[in-house]
Antibody
Framework: QVQLVQSGAEVQKPGSSVKVSCKAA????????FSWLRQAPGQGLEWMGR????????RYTQKFQDRVTFTADTSTSTAYMELRSLRSEDTALYYC???????????????WGQGTMVIVS | DIQMTQSPSSLSASVGDEVTITCRAS??????LNWYQQKPGKAPQFLIY???SLRGGVPSRFTGSGSGTDFTLTISGLQPEDFATFFC?????????FGGGTRVEIK
């Protein structure tokens, strides 16, 4: 059973960058698809984009595409999310999640990391 | 982007009650609709895919239905462990988008 373990909480100053890691234990990291999402305090879920490590393919939402980079190291089964030019509105819990696909094309996020709190202050 | 609208935003119910949560998409998404449950301080858990298919291990008291733009999640016989926030999510196209959530509280 795959588990996703994320790096610890971060406190960063406005204008700086943060890099969050997501290490997969078990599963087939290199062929899986991973999404990054965030959840501001007391708010809903916001999808930031996804990465397919073995293809090196990334997709970013328009909102984040100028400030975020997803990378992956298949040798350590670790995905990374770097967010730059941080502002107070970026204060949130950041999650990585693995995609599960089903016959017919449906897909959902079946395994989630524990979340990494990023505070911009 | 496809907008997902959930209602109500919160509800109060008692153990044993049946509750229904509604999710509406801003355009036709066929049955490309997922439901998640999130308990306080925890990551979301994936409950239902393709609008009505329960993932393994999800109790049968959870039922999803709908297609096109209108979907529902019904919990029949609410249990203490069901008090949480529920989110719908469309997987029809990127960007993936979520409803605002429905918080189910104990009456």
């Amino acid at each position: 059973q795959v588990q996703l373990v994320q790096s610890g909480a971060e406190v960063q100053k406005p204008g700086s960058s943060v890099k969050v890691s997501c290490k997969a234990a078990g599963g087939t990291f290199s062929t899986d698809t991973f999404s990054w999402l965030r959840q501001a305090p007391g708010q809903g879920l916001e999808w930031m984009g996804r990465i397919i490590p073995h293809l090196g393919l990334t997709r970013y939402t328009q909102k984040f595409q100028d400030r975020v980079t997803f990378t992956a190291d298949t040798s350590t089964s670790t995905a990374y999310m770097e967010l730059r030019s941080l502002r107070s509105e970026d204060t949130a819990l950041y999650y990585c999640a693995r995609h599960q696909t089903f016959q017919g094309g449906a897909a959902g996020m079946d395994v989630w990391g524990q979340g990494t709190m990023v505070i911009v202050s | 982007d496809i907008q997902m609208t959930q209602s109500p935003s919160s509800l109060s119910a008692s153990v044993g009650d049946e509750v229904t949560i509604t999710c509406r998409a801003s355009q036709n998404i066929s049955t490309y609709l997922n439901w998640y449950q999130q308990k306080p301080g925890k990551a979301p858990q994936f409950l239902i895919y393709a609008a009505s298919s329960l993932r393994g291990g999800v109790p049968s008291r959870f039922t999803g239905s709908g297609s096109g733009t209108d979907f529902t999640l019904t919990i029949s016989g609410l249990q203490p462990e069901d008090f949480a926030t529920f989110f719908c999510q469309q997987c029809y196209t990127t960007p993936l988008t979520f409803g605002g959530g429905t918080r189910v509280e104990i009456k």
